[in-house]
């Protein structure tokens, strides 16, 4: 089955610094990537996603890019700010979403 | 538009027992999927229902199990409950069509904190 890694674990950044997650997957029928971010006490939360046919795609502050000929994929935040904070998972697609181990993004005011 | 709901949302059992958990969709997603979410397994997929049918199937025991009635609503049972069921369980819809793909956002629901002591 489908295997996705993710790093790093955590993460701490001066607001206003950018912030920068990576993930590998295993599959190459993947073909749906999203992010989510989960608030302590909440669900997880799509923040972005990216197809398999693109690879870029930018919303504001939050970016992701896919390489599918090396299978990773990689969540970019600029411009941090203490909201962010939160533990971020990416996940690949084919019948079933498979998840990362999640990062821990703490931004300090 | 209403999100996910999920009930109960705290839940403590004992060993062997067995539970049921329920979730509520947003109007209108005919998809319901649960996760097991634990601080060292992480994210996990159980199994998804459409249209009252499960359609696809995670890597846990049958012990778990799930159905989904014809207003989408959806029930997960555990039965013989084990200490190492202890976990968040998640439930998220989605508009996902009949073919199957995960390629639509999964709403997330806020989840079911289940304790077995």
């Known amino acids: 089955g489908e295997n996705v890694e993710q790093h790093p674990s955590t993460l701490s950044v001066q607001e206003g610094d950018s912030a920068v997650i990576k993930c590998t997957y295993s599959?190459?029928?993947?073909?749906?990537f999203p992010w989510y971010k989960q608030e302590l006490g909440k669900g997880p939360q799509l923040i972005i996603d990216?197809?398999?046919?693109?690879g870029e795609k930018k919303d504001q502050r939050i970016a992701v890019t896919l390489n599918k000929t090396a299978k990773h994929f990689s969540l970019h935040i600029t411009e941090t700010q203490p909201e962010d904070s939160a533990v971020y998972f990416c996940?690949?697609?084919?019948?079933?979403?498979?998840f990362g181990s999640g990062t821990q993004l703490t931004v300090l005011p | 538009k209403a999100g996910v709901t999920q009930t109960p949302r705290y839940l403590i059992k004992t060993r062997g027992q067995q539970v049921t958990l329920s979730c509520s969709p947003i109007?209108?997603?005919?998809?319901v999927s649960w996760y097991q979410q634990t601080p060292g397994q992480g994210l996990q997929f159980l199994f998804e229902?459409?249209?009252?049918?499960?359609?696809n199937k995670g890597n846990f025991p049958g012990r778990f199990s799930g159905r989904q009635f014809s207003n989408s609503r959806s029930e997960m049972n555990v039965s013989t409950l084990e200490l190492g069921d202890s976990a968040l369980y998640l439930c998220?819809?989605?508009?996902?069509?009949?073919?199957?793909?995960?390629?639509?956002?999964?709403?997330f629901g806020p989840g079911t904190r289940l304790t077995v002591l």
């Open positions: 998220a819809s989605s508009s996902n069509l009949a073919g199957g793909a995960f390629d639509n956002e999964q709403f």
């Open positions: 599959d190459s029928a993947s073909n749906y």
């Open positions: 990216i197809r398999s046919n693109v």
């Open positions: 996940a690949a697609s084919t019948r079933q979403l498979t």
């Open positions: 109007s209108g997603h005919r998809s």
């Open positions: 229902y459409f249209s009252e049918t499960q359609r």
